[in-house]
């Protein structure tokens, strides 16, 4: 069984500083990892996966994540926060098989809101 | 490739009726996932599909509700004599593995259902 803890329930920020929301998971196997964001009234949009290719991961509008299976830890960053960045943010975990294929149902976080000051 | 959409968007019903949502899926993808997000909550897994085939269900998954798939195109998700515990928004998802044996799945906009 797989499960994704997100450190932080609410995370605040000032326009032009660095954005961090922790993430920690849980799995079998080695999974793949996702990060997600909602913004209000909108659907679910793909930042990020980790994937085995590479533990640090780049994704959209300036995100990366780095995968760290010693601390089993998938923390997403920015360097730079923008107030388009103010929404609701996901880690994923996607459960993967003995072959490291993955399948099935993902399993998310309890969401962070990121709030992101002029 | 206009993505993943659904139908309708928003749906009031009254307690004790059946509702029906449709999911549109990316065109090529052949898994298609249900979910279901409560206010200030995750999104919580309900069922998926490969092609025709419903490959898992959710306990969360009651006998009230039933999905298909039936040409491993569209899918339906019912939910019979509605409750109100029912209100939330129900997401589809669709997905394609990649070489890397990677499922990402790509969200449709949602359904919010409201019971009163």
């Known amino acids: 069984a797989q499960s994704v803890t997100q450190l932080d329930s609410h995370v605040s920020v000032s326009e032009g500083t660095p954005v961090l929301l922790r993430c920690n998971y849980s799995?079998?196997?080695?999974?793949?990892l996702f990060w997600y964001v909602q913004h209000p009234n909108k659907g679910l949009q793909l930042l990020l996966k980790?994937?085995?290719?590479?533990?640090l991961v780049k994704g959209i509008n300036g995100f990366e994540a780095e995968f760290k299976k010693s601390e089993t830890s998938f923390h997403l960053t920015k360097p730079s926060a923008h107030m388009s960045d103010a929404a609701e943010y996901f880690c994923?975990?996607?459960?993967?098989?003995?072959?490291?294929?993955?399948?099935?149902?993902?399993?998310f976080g309890q969401g962070t809101i990121l709030t992101v000051h002029p | 490739d206009t993505g993943v959409s659904q139908d309708p968007r928003h749906k009031i019903t009254k307690r004790g009726q059946n509702v029906t949502f449709r999911c549109d899926p990316i065109?090529?993808?052949?898994?298609l996932y249900w979910y279901r997000q409560t206010l200030g909550q995750g999104p919580e897994f309900l069922t998926y599909?490969?092609?025709?085939?419903?490959?898992?269900k959710s306990r969360l998954l009651s006998d009230r509700f039933s999905a298909e798939r039936p040409k491993g195109s569209f899918s339906t998700l019912e939910i019979q004599r509605t409750e109100q515990g029912d209100s939330a928004m129900y997401l589809c998802?669709?997905?394609?593995?990649?070489?890397?044996?990677?499922?990402?799945?790509?969200f449709g906009p949602g359904t919010r259902l409201t019971v009163l």
């Open positions: 998802a669709s997905s394609l593995l990649d070489g890397w044996g990677t499922d990402t799945q790509y």
């Open positions: 799995s079998s196997y080695s999974p793949s």
């Open positions: 980790y994937t085995s290719a590479a533990t």
């Open positions: 994923v975990v996607s459960p993967a098989n003995a072959g490291g294929t993955s399948y099935g149902k993902l399993t």
């Open positions: 065109s090529e993808h052949n898994r």
């Open positions: 599909f490969q092609n025709e085939a419903q490959l898992e």
